[in-house]
Nanobody, 128 residues
Framework: EVQLVESGGGVVPSGGSLRLSCAAS????????IGWFRQAPGKEREGVAC??????????YYEDTVKGRFTASSDFSKNTVYLQMNRLKPEDTAVYYC???????????????????WGQGTQVTVFS
């Protein structure tokens, strides 16, 4: 059974940093894509980052508003994907989710509906 567990959310001031973790079980990260999505109150869920390792090559995608501030990475020894978030802004406040899809290439066309398996989410709050 595929399971994803996010952690690392919290409350930080504007300009601060957080590192989110997405611990995977029931599968290994090889040939899987992990997407990071967020949903703020009253807003639709949006993709912010995606990382996939297919055939030994790693592909990443970042949404424009987080490019240069967020970095996704994978630790295969821990079967965990991380989202390092720097220079956080109040508009980054949301519940953050990770999601998994097998043999999927991350791109600008990635959508939440492409990912069948989801974690429970972790709250990130950035205050000004």
């Amino acid at each position: 059974e595929v399971q994803l567990v996010e952690s690392g959310g919290g409350v930080v001031p504007s300009g601060g940093s957080l590192r989110l973790s997405c611990a995977a079980s029931g599968f290994t990260l090889d040939n899987y894509a992990i997407g990071w999505f967020r949903q703020a109150p009253g807003k639709e869920r949006e993709g912010v980052a995606c990382i996939s390792t297919i055939g030994g090559s790693t592909f990443t995608y970042y949404e424009d508003t987080v490019k240069g501030r967020f970095t996704a990475s994978s630790d295969f020894s821990k079967n965990t994907v991380y989202l390092q978030m720097n220079r956080l802004k109040p508009e980054d406040t949301a519940v953050y989710y990770c999601a998994a899809q097998w043999y999927y290439y991350c791109s600008a066309y990635s959508q939440s509906s492409d990912f069948p398996d989801w974690g429970q989410g972790t709250q990130v709050t950035v205050f000004s």
